[in-house]
């Protein structure tokens, strides 16, 4: 399966202005583009809402060889409740250590050389301290699952991940496609996993060719389609599609072409200025502020 690789993963965020601030500022990746749309995905990309919203794609470098971060805005909702399902994303990188300090974002030290911060909306992040590699920065993806057997069973014999490294004491796997790749963490967290209203999505890409292969065998299985293979439309770019699926925890994973994704993700010199104009012609929050009212609460 090494034709078969980690992409990103998708956040939903609340306050355009803070995340950003975050993302550039703190951890120090670029905006790589950024799309609005007028209506709710058909692969439910944005969550289960059918109004205006928009797409960011934050990253170190371009999506290619980086994985990277999906924010998606919901016009009017301005809070979405966090679960335990989402337990951190890891990259190695002394500059946003540095910057975090710089800005006084908040930083804890939670190991040798490790720093937690938060993003805008409560999503933990976990900076290594040390020098940013050339390659990728981002390490890995840490989700939390109730059966840790029955999850590498699920990503290593049908989606066909490979088993890097099992801790038995921390009670995680380490599953990835290559070694260059960003990884997924696994860890059993003891209990059934709450997935709130915040949560988020994981993205690979395969040759096209492979998209109805992965929906019968999920079919076979009698595993979770949540999207039958769809094709979803980029005004003005490439046409993707796409098979959505959940794992039995129900975490939801996005399977890509990899051939039209290639062309629809490059990079947008015009990406940091098309969302700083829709940030600031958005007026919902001085609406709300008005009217005395407060933003939805997914």
């Keep these: 399966m090494a034709l078969r690789r980690a992409l ?25 583009r950024h799309e609005e ?23 170190f470098g371009a999506e290619d060889d980086h994985f990277v971060a999906e924010l998606t805005y919901n016009y009017g909702v301005g809070h979405y409740k966090l679960g335990n399902d989402f337990l951190g994303l890891t990259l190695q990188s002394s500059q946003a250590v540095s910057n975090a300090k710089k800005v006084g974002w908040p930083l804890k030290e939670v190991g040798e050389a490790l720093y ?12 290594v301290d040390k020098e940013q590699p050339q390659t990728d920065p981002v390490q890995k993806v ?12 699920y990503w290593s014999s049908l989606l066909g991940m490979k088993v890097m490294e099992k801790n038995e004491e921390k009670k995680t796997v380490l ?27 994981i993205a690979f890409s395969c040759p096209r060719v492979q998209l109805p292969e992965i929906e019968a065998l999920m079919k076979k299985e009698n595993h979770t389609i949540l999207t039958p293979l769809v094709s979803l439309d ?28 290639r062309q629809l993700s490059v990079m947008d ?30």
Excluded at 142 to 153: E, T
Excluded at 272 to 296: G, P, Q
Aim: include cysteine; aromatic fraction near 10%; glycine fraction near 12%.
């Design 8 to 32: 990103h993963f998708v956040f939903k965020v609340g306050d355009r202005t803070k995340t950003a601030t975050f993302y550039r500022d703190v951890l120090g990746m670029k905006i790589l």
């Design 234 to 261: 980029t005004p003005g770019k490439a046409t993707v599609e796409v098979v959505i699926l959940a794992d039995p925890d129900g975490h939801e994973i996005c399977f890509v072409g990899d051939e039209a994704f």
């Design 269 to 298: 010199p015009n990406g940091s200025a098309l969302l700083t104009k829709a940030i600031a012609e958005d007026k919902s929050n001085e609406w709300f502020a008005k009217n005395n009212r407060e933003k939805a609460s997914a």
């Design 37 to 59: 749309f007028d209506e709710g995905c058909k692969a439910t990309c944005n969550g289960p809402y059918d109004g205006k919203w928009s797409k960011t794609m934050v990253g």
């Design 175 to 201: 599953l990835g496609f290559s070694e260059t790749q960003c990884k997924l963490e696994l860890q059993d967290i003891g209990g059934s996993v709450d997935h709130g209203t915040a949560y988020g999505r």
């Design 116 to 127: 937690l911060v938060e993003a805008p909306g409560g999503y933990r992040f976990y900076l």
């Design 142 to 153: 840490s989700l939390g699952v109730s059966d840790l057997q029955r999850s590498v069973h």
